[in-house]
């Protein structure tokens, strides 16, 4: 279980913190929010809650309302917004540099059959290159097996804004259980539906039709907003339920 303490930008984080890390023989992973300083200081970027995953070996400060920061590995929802010679330029946040995509960044692409994206098109990819002093580069493709993975264009359905925080808690592998999430669970028993995550506080929902869609939107943004608990969700997803 992760623990959760609350920190400002410049302050150290705490050793108490990272009880049970010191002995360990797995590495340490810094997240979002928090820089190394040698020798052995951890500081916060940010202001927001520490949270440390002890199962997990990882720490990283939530700010659900700050700006996105692209972080190698996240996986983001980007627009295109114009194309050049190699790349395609993508807007993360309107608060970002654009990110670049590379034209045979895709499954099984090449020159010849690259994709022809236009000016706001939707793509699910994965940050593999960021840096203060460059734009940070995006894949659409696990570049450990070069297969899609549920990345590339994405047509047709809604994006909806959501926190930061709400973002990383519906990535989480076990979504009830580690982010107290039970929106998508609850509503994929009467309605199906695909979904997108985007670590840069954007989701991609694809139902039915626009009503369904419209309804988990809403139900996810409810959610965030007014920080439910699991019985509060589950109240509101069944009272949304009834008005389709």
Known sequence: MAVQT???????VASSWLSGQANSSNTLKLGPGLRHVLPLAIISTVAGT????QKKKAIWVENSNGKYVPQTND???ASVHHSSTDFFHCALTPNTTYAQLPHLAFEGVSKKTRPQLAAGSLVYGKVTSAS???DPEIVCFNPATGKSDGMGELKG?????ISLG???RLLMAKQKEEG???????IAEKIPFEVAVGRNGRIWVNSAGVKETLLIGKALQESDKRNLDLEEQKKLVRKLLKSL
Do not use: T
């Open 6 to 12: 609350v920190i400002l930008p410049g302050e150290d």
């Open 50 to 53: 520490v949270v440390v995953d």
């Open 75 to 77: 996986v983001v929802l």
């Open 132 to 134: 203060k002093h460059m």
């Open 157 to 161: 359905g809604m994006v909806f804004d």
């Open 166 to 168: 709400m973002a990383r």
């Open 180 to 186: 107290g999430i039970f929106v998508l669970e609850e």
